[in-house]
């Protein structure tokens, strides 16, 4: 098994360009979570889907941010206009059901100037 | 609100010593609770998964204990190796789907 797939390992652009990561989950896992790493805030969730259906959005920060996950192999979170603040690494993370650990892939680095 | 403290929040320890690291937690109604471990530059690798109904967990040199009603996990790494060098999360799902994570404790074992 690949383990959860991210793209790309890291992105620089500049403040008001748009951003879009990408997700592939290990095959058959039916939940997905986005999380944000920062060193001041340590790893918080923006958002989990079951079954490809957006479940708790409330770790969005801002409107700004947007995901999806058109079937059960993929997902893209979307930042648009991307800002300075949005710095930081970005994980997916999936796992088959509530009982069983979460698996995480290796994050996208953003860097927005 | 859920809120996971790890301390401390470094710790630096000679080869083959025994270590604890700690968890607490303030809201006892949890679903499990994981350790994860996170190298530099990489993602999290889940160590160990404790389900609310256990006690403790144990894989190899490392074993984890829950204790619901204090609020508090503890980390046991026996022997410790220049290898087990990583930082460490704990992280508690309070029911729902979602974890709630620790800042961490970064783990260095000096040869």
């Known amino acids: 098994d690949a383990g959860v797939i991210q793209s790309p390992r890291h992105e620089v652009t500049e403040m008001g360009q748009e951003v879009t990561l990408r997700c592939k989950p290990i095959?058959?896992?039916?939940?997905l979570f986005w999380y944000r790493q920062t060193m001041m805030r340590g790893l918080e969730l923006l958002i989990y889907?079951?079954?490809?259906?957006?479940?708790?959005d409330s770790g969005m920060p801002e409107d700004r941010f947007s995901a999806k996950m058109p079937n059960a192999s993929f997902s893209t979170l979307k930042i648009q206009p991307s800002e300075p603040r949005d710095s930081a690494v970005y994980f997916c993370?999936?796992?088959?059901?509530?009982?069983?650990?979460?698996?995480f892939g290796n994050g996208t680095r953003l860097t927005v100037t | 609100k859920q809120e996971v403290t790890q301390i401390p929040a470094a710790l630096s320890v000679p080869e083959g010593e025994n270590l604890v690291l700690n968890c607490s937690f303030t809201?006892?109604?949890?679903?499990?609770l994981q350790w994860f471990r996170q190298d530099p530059g990489k993602g999290l690798t889940s160590l160990l998964l404790?389900?609310?109904?256990?006690r403790e967990q144990t894989s190899g040199r490392l074993n984890a204990s829950l204790d619901k009603s204090s609020g508090r996990s503890t980390l046991y790494i026996a022997a410790s190796q220049p290898g087990d060098s990583a930082t460490y999360l704990c992280?508690?799902?309070?029911?729902?789907?979602?974890?709630?994570f620790g800042q961490g404790t970064r783990l260095t074992i000096n040869p």
């Open positions: 992280a508690v799902s309070p029911g729902a789907q979602k974890l709630v």
């Open positions: 404790i389900q609310s109904s256990q």
């Open positions: 889907f079951n079954n490809n259906v957006p479940i708790d």
């Open positions: 095959s058959g896992h039916n939940s």
């Open positions: 993370a999936s796992r088959p059901d509530r009982v069983s650990p979460l698996h």
């Open positions: 809201d006892s109604a949890i679903y499990n």
